[in-house]
T-cell receptor, first 113, second 115 residues
Framework: AQSVAQPEDQVNVAEGNPLTVKCTYS??????LFWYVQYPNRGLQFLLK??????LVKGSYGFEAEFNKSQTSFHLKKPSALVSDSALYFCAVRDPGANNLFFGTGTRLTVIP | DAGVTQSPTHLIKTRGQQVTLRCSPKSGHDTVSWYQQALGQGPQFIFQ???????QRGNFPDRFSGHQFPNYSSELNVNALLLGDSALYLC??????????????FGQGTRLTVV
């Protein structure tokens, strides 16, 4: 069975500071991992994915994520937060044998001016 | 290039009624998935359509059904609505079936409220 945990419901960070949004996963086999962002009254926007290869993945809007197989984690990071980054962030995993995405419960990021 | 479009954006229905939600996939995409996002929760997979057939289904009752048309657009139908069906319903499209490496693109969702 596949599962995703986002241990923090809320993350607050000052503008200009680095941010981290945490995600851990459980899946049989090698995982395919994704990050999506959701702005109010909007659908999900794709940020980045890890399939294979380099453990540091770069995505949209300056975001990056680090895959750590031993810790089964896929934390989302950004070196310098912007107020416009304030949104709801979802980590998702896809078992290579399945088609659907399995989402975490989301982390609300608030960047304080 | 149009992304994933869903209609309507908002809908209010009475308990026991039936509802149909519609989705047009991103241009070039042939696979459509539906997700339910309850308030404060992550999206949960309902089912996926490819080549006009339901290919995979999540843990949802038979009251939830769907259809995919030859132009790849899709409908989600929910019968005998319950108050607990109130949620944001998201459509996602992707290219190819069993291409797990590809990302899905989501529409803006349909907010369904059951009263």
């Amino acid at each position: 069975a596949q599962s995703v945990a986002q241990p923090e419901d809320q993350v607050n960070v000052a503008e200009g500071n680095p941010l981290t949004v945490k995600c851990t996963y459980s899946v049989s086999g090698n995982p395919y991992l994704f990050w999506y962002v959701q702005y109010p009254n909007r659908g999900l926007q794709f940020l980045l994915k890890y399939i294979t290869g380099d453990n540091l993945v770069k995505g949209s809007y300056g975001f990056e994520a680090e895959f750590n197989k031993s810790q089964t984690s896929f934390h989302l990071k950004k070196p310098s937060a912007l107020v416009s980054d304030s949104a709801l962030y979802f980590c998702a995993v896809r078992d290579p044998g399945a088609n659907n995405l399995f989402f975490g419960t989301g982390t609300r990021l608030t960047v304080i001016p | 290039d149009a992304g994933v479009t869903q209609s309507p954006t908002h809908l209010i229905k009475t308990r026991g009624q039936q509802v149909t939600l519609r989705c047009s996939p991103k241009s070039g995409h042939d696979t459509v998935s539906w997700y339910q996002q309850a308030l404060g929760q992550g999206p949960q997979f309902i089912f996926q359509y490819y080549e006009e057939e339901e290919r995979q289904r999540g843990n949802f009752p038979d009251r939830f059904s769907g259809h995919q048309f030859p132009n790849y657009s899709s409908e989600l139908n929910v019968n005998a609505l319950l108050l607990g069906d109130s949620a944001l319903y998201l459509c996602a499209s992707s290219l190819g079936f069993r291409r797990a490496r590809t990302e899905a693109f989501f529409g803006q969702g349909t907010r369904l409220t059951v009263v």
